[in-house]
Nanobody
Framework: QMQLVESGGGLVQAGGSLRLSCTAS????????MGWFRQAPGKEREFVGH??????YYADSIKGRFTITRDNGKNTVYLQMNSLKPEDTALYYC????????????WGQGTQVTVSS
């Protein structure tokens, strides 16, 4: 059973940066499609992006500002967030799925990101 633990959230001013980490156990991040999602209060969960075989895919809302990377040695995936906006405020989740699956099977507990104006 794969377990995911996010960290790195916090309070930042608009225009600032944060880097979120997602450390996995019970599975190897390089064997899974590793995704990032977010959910703002009163809104549905939103796909942010994913990384698989070194390629990344991003939602239009964050393209050019956020970058997903992976450190296989640390079994960790990162979400680098730059030029943050108040509308980026949300609970950010890391998730994993096997490449053959459409749905994400494993989820972290989330880490809160708050961007002040």
């Amino acid at each position: 059973q794969m377990q995911l633990v996010e960290s790195g959230g916090g309070l930042v001013q608009a225009g600032g940066s944060l880097r979120l980490s997602c450390t996995a156990s019970g599975g190897t991040v390089s064997s899974y499609v590793m995704g990032w999602f977010r959910q703002a209060p009163g809104k549905e969960r939103e796909f942010v992006g994913h990384i698989w075989t070194g390629r990344q895919y991003y939602a239009d809302s964050i393209k050019g500002r956020f970058t997903i990377t992976r450190d296989n040695g640390k079994n960790t995936v990162y979400l680098q967030m730059n030029s943050l906006k108040p509308e980026d405020t949300a609970l950010y989740y890391c998730a994993a799925r096997l490449p053959s699956r459409q749905q994400y099977n494993y989820w972290g507990q989330g880490t809160q990101v708050t961007v002040s104006s």
